[in-house]
């Protein structure tokens, strides 16, 4: 594994460093182009173009595809670095897990729920969820596989050492979708 790259991008999605640089290269001059702090767009320093990638449909704004060193801990497929509600994740997508800090976790949540249109249905959880097992992609620990503490029946994995969550796909929308109301 490259460490150095690894730490580098754990660094954005963790801390959401003012500027950081990615691979993303300037379509005029071919300069390595600056993340903006926070936002979804890239800046060319040099000749000052823009690059905007655009949403896909689950929300997400890839800002860097692929990443060899970080795989995505359920399909194997190295995970992008990617943007939700102006927040820095990691974004298989493939099998379209989100690999999230839990401070920028509980940001997402809030900032979503703030759009939604109120509260889902309300399902039960399901049991098979505990079955599974999911390696931390940073440290390659075994995740801790718990009910999320809030609204909406859904089990999610967090690894304590590292302060990261992992949510399988559809697990945020389920999350942000029940209201204080669904809660039991
Ligand atoms: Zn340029
Ligand atoms: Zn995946
Ligand atoms: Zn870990």
């Excluded at 990615?22 to 903006?36: F, G, I, P, R, V």
């Excluded at 099998?95 to 309300?122: H, K, M």
Aim: charged content about 20%; proline content about 4%; hydrophobic content about 35%.
């Amino acid at each position: 594994m490259n460490h150095s790259l690894f730490d580098h991008v754990l660094s954005i999605v963790i801390r959401e460093h003012t500027e950081a640089r990615a691979a993303m290269k300037c379509q005029n001059c071919a300069a390595t182009m600056s993340l903006m702090e926070t936002k979804n767009y890239f800046y060319c320093e040099f000749c000052g173009g823009f690059d905007f990638p655009g949403e896909n449909k689950e929300g997400f704004v890839v800002l860097q595809e692929a990443l060899d060193e970080l795989v995505c801990p359920v399909c194997k497929t190295g995970m992008s670095l990617a943007s939700i509600s102006d927040h820095r994740v990691l974004h298989c997508t493939n099998c379209r897990g989100v690999y999230v800090a839990n401070t920028t976790f509980r940001q997402i949540v809030d900032t979503l729920r703030s759009e939604s249109n109120g509260p889902g249905t309300p399902q039960p959880i399901d049991l098979k969820e505990y079955e599974r097992s999911v390696d931390c992609p940073a440290c390659e620990r075994r995740m801790k596989t718990h009910p999320y503490y809030g609204p909406g029946a859904v089990v999610i994995d967090s690894c304590s050492a590292c302060h990261m969550i992992w949510l399988d796909h559809g697990e945020l929308k389920v999350i942000v979708d029940a209201s204080s109301n669904a809660r039991r």
